[in-house]
T-cell receptor
Framework: GAGVSQTPSNKVTEKGKYVELRCDPI?????LYWYRQSLGQGPEFLIY????????DSGLPNDRFFAVRPEGSVSTLKIQRTERGDSAVYLC????????????FGEGSRLTVL | QKEVEQNSGPLSVPEGAIASLNCTYS??????FFWYRQYSGKSPELIMS??SNGDKEDGRFTAQLNKASQYVSLLIRDSQPSDSATYLC????????????WGLGTSLAVNP
């Protein structure tokens, strides 16, 4: 596809469970970002990849959150021992890397922790 | 003081009017500025980027940057009901990191 693809679009899970969210960026985009957004808030930065490496993971809230991008394309955000406060829309964005702020977002994965 | 500030709104304008959205930022060495539009239940979509002082026009949209006063604005001419959305201002600071600093967004309602 031409755009950023995220799966699942909707995930409902129980407190304490493990969750994986997947992002397939625009082909050729070297930079990939994970954000999360709660209602009425701006996007909250989580982590940024340049190629395969996490160039900046300062936004990950705690060690329950982890993200990988092993081949420099698809990325997976992993959340262990989910808590109700993790409920949000998780947004993935990619960019060509030429400019640091022109991001193309996927439609997001809405996570609900019961 | 928040790093990027926007009035939350809602800003309500009649169809055909000019909508003016404002954003101020605190880091004087900020380099790049972006406006994203977000419809309810959808993801942000880039509509304008601006890097130097002055105006940048794209169709009905004009971005204005004033680095001395540390503000960036977005004007929407001939506002349409389809422009009703939340407009997010994002700023990229100096340095090699590519992290954007986001405002909370201004909700715009264009009334037919």
């Amino acid at each position: 596809g031409a755009g950023v693809s995220q799966t699942p679009s909707n995930k409902v899970t129980e407190k304490g469970k493990y969750v994986e969210l997947r992002c397939d960026p625009i082909s050729g985009h070297t930079a990939l970002y994970w954000y999360r957004q709660s209602l009425g808030q701006g996007p909250e930065f989580l982590i940024y990849f340049q190629g395969t490496g996490a160039a900046d993971d300062s936004g990950l809230p705690n060690d329950r959150f982890f993200a990988v991008r092993p081949e420099g394309s698809v990325s997976t955000l992993k959340i262990q021992r989910t808590e109700r406060g993790d409920s949000a829309v998780y947004l993935c964005a990619s960019s060509s890397g030429q400019v640091g702020g022109e991001l193309f977002f996927g439609e997001g994965s809405r996570l609900t922790v019961l | 003081q928040k790093e990027v500030e926007q009035n939350s709104g809602p800003l309500s304008v009649p169809e055909g009017a000019i909508a003016s959205l404002n954003c101020t930022y605190s880091d004087r060495v900020s380099q790049s500025f972006f406006w994203y539009r977000q419809y309810s239940g959808k993801s942000p979509e880039l509509i304008m980027s601006i890097y130097s002082n002055g105006d940048k026009e794209d169709g009905r949209f004009t971005a204005q940057l004033n680095k001395a006063s540390q503000y960036v604005s977005l004007l929407i001419r001939d506002s349409q009901p389809s422009d009703s959305a939340t407009y997010l201002c994002a700023v990229k600071n100096a340095g090699n990191n590519r992290k954007l600093i986001w405002g909370l967004g201004t909700s715009l309602a264009v009334n037919p």
